[in-house]
């Protein structure tokens, strides 16, 4: 699906989602297209009388961005599958049937997640085991090599799910960031076998006799201590786990900031709690991540993302593309259920 | 239990437990006896030949501090049921059995939290519909007065166990924190009633049945945002959240000192690096907090507890004993089985 190192990767950037719409998405596709000097071509995909007059106004002549023409956008609130019948002509959709027909290499998108998931899976397909896509990746900005999986998408998980989220962590972890030989741990309450709830203790063994490199238990200080590579959990620890530290980046960012008034300048004070803002908000600082599982480069970031996540979001699936990471994923799977199959 | 204004009242302190010993117990009784002005007397449960020496060394004349003599001490690292009864005479045991015979008002220890509760609910008895002690309290320093419950006792719930923790909570906002309508909120991945794992869908109803001021989900991001005042999970999530918080405040702590070299002076660094730490490191700075349905006030703090932190727990102790929060968690769980009663 890749074009040859001399051709742009085709990136589809769904103009009409995230928080701010067309007018920041549009600064993210100049942004994402400056940036990589011939490497990235975006396919800005929205409604063209919201698109096409930000186009003019902020794309300089010559960049290499073309406007889709969509229909409506998917919102949020909706729900994804009602939405995805109703709206067949919306972004997400029309990007991600542009990954399956080979116009685009990958998709990104701060829209709706559980709609650009649904439009996925459909129009994709699910990677061979998998139920559904998977989100993860580093959540603390001090500790970037260590990536938590998973991270809302599937909430109530058996034991064995555990197992294939970190197979997929594995595979991005060494692909992508890496890292030799990822380390797997589970994340629980204790570091003895024993410690942990029944889907940990349940999922054990089945990560003892997995192949992966697995560490054992871990627990929540070990996130930043680098202690795996791969930690795992089910959505909704992942999902609380991510909210209260994008929470806490938020509060000790306005925190420090006023704790650091009087010692040194408004402007230091601000950039500093900024960064610790950042340290604490990856997804929204990397514009986001791949859904894991789907048979195609698909990115959905924050909502909240500024038009520099976005163009991180773009660099995201042009490396996802360039690393070939879809293939990894399905690599690492088959070789888990190779290793597991009795 | 509590004795009249008049006399002081009477903290049985573990001398042997916390990862400093002695050393930093006996430090930690002279500073909150001294602290107290005649309010605390404190009981110094340990090894005579180890507590003695530190007495002597640290505690001036006429000091209200008496050594009662034990023998051992149980380590986190050993079982606790096993532990109880191979050390018959460890100074948890002693203690606890001090608070069931009157001899003291509260007992508080920074030693394993497993046979504390072991001792306590044995010696002491649960309240009633009550399977084990329960922990719980605030745990971001700039949202003081929301209370997280449970934090590890109680790994694996049923639903209506999540609802004895808000009752628990209630109470202790009310009494200790003096909040007077403590909102409740269940701890989950979205606000919606339908959004969250089936612990969580199938405690809701039993929520908006109890008769608590419930206000629905709330999610990470909420904890330090004033929400609810007393949010509530199972002790799984709650334990794993507790130690990233602390984790983080670990090393935000050094990264912020860090980052502010060459801003300020090494020494403010420092003070900076510090408040972040003690921000998100609530027990340990605490001292720790009430072992909750136990039938008798017991403090379990942090084995990291600095004196001044054992000091803060002594006093959390005798708080306790002030506003007499024993009975007040038992009217508020009474009541909640009146009202849930069919």
Redesign the interface.
Known sequence: MTNSPAQPLRIALDAMGGDYGPPETVAGAVAAVTEARGRVAVLLVGDPEAVQPELERQAGQGLPIKLIPSEGVILDSESPMQALRAKPKASALVGVGMVKEGIADAFVTMGSTGATMAASALLLGMMEGLERPALGGPI?G??PNTVLMEL?SS??CRPSQLVDFAALGVAFSRTYLEVAEPRVGI???GEEESK???Q?REAFPLFQASGLNFVGNV???????GKADVVV?????G??????????G???SK??TE??SG??SGE?AAA?GR??YD??NRTEYNGGGPLFGIKGNVVVGHGRSSAAGIARAVSTAARLCDTGLIGKLEDELNALRARTAS
Chains 1, 2 share one sequence.
């Not at 627990?219 to 201590?225: K, P, Q, S, V």
């Open positions: 603390i001090y500790a809302g909430i109530d994340l629980s309450v942990g709830n029944r940990t627990e929540g200080h070990d996130l930043g201590a959990c089910d959505g909704f620890v999902n609380i786990l991510l909210k209260t530290i994008e929470g806490l938020d509060g000790l925190y420090v704790r650091l010692h040194v230091d500093i960064d610790l340290l604490l």
